[in-house]
């Protein structure tokens, strides 16, 4: 339930109050430039990205390898399209994920919380 409150109350708000900030300091229509180049930027790392991981899956799971690594990365270039949401915030942490090299160094940390989430009961696995 906190999560819920961070997501649409206080991270919304912190946005609003950066778009102002923004506006103040470089202007109004920079700082509206700035959120259409995000929002292309994403769509297009997004999709570039995207694919990639997926030919990765597909390859891996051809080769009888299980994909686990190909498709966290799917999941964070999923979670890539923040750059598509209007905000600084959510566009830096959209940025994060989908380049490959930032990616790469979130991963252990990524990782540990899946299992932490999967030793909790939070997801469960079923074969």
Not at 22 to 32: H, L, Y
Not at 38 to 55: D, H, P, R, S, V
Request: glycine share 10%; net charge positive.
């Amino acid at each position: 339930m906190k999560y819920i409150i961070l997501i649409f109350i206080v991270l919304p708000a912190l946005e609003i109050g950066l778009f102002i900030l923004s506006g103040k300091t470089i202007g109004i229509f920079p700082t509206v430039g700035l959120i259409i180049i995000t929002g292309i930027l994403g769509a297009y790392l997004a999709k570039k990205q995207g694919l990639e991981a997926l030919k990765r899956v597909q390859n891996d799971l051809r080769s009888g390898i299980p994909p686990g690594i190909a498709m966290l990365d799917g999941v964070c270039i999923l979670a890539g399209i923040l750059l598509l949401s209007p905000g600084f915030m959510t566009d830096i942490v959209g940025l994060l994920l989908l380049l490959p090299v930032t990616r790469n160094t979130m991963r252990p940390f990524l990782l540990k919380i899946i299992k932490n989430w999967i030793s909790s009961k939070h997801i469960r696995i079923y074969r």
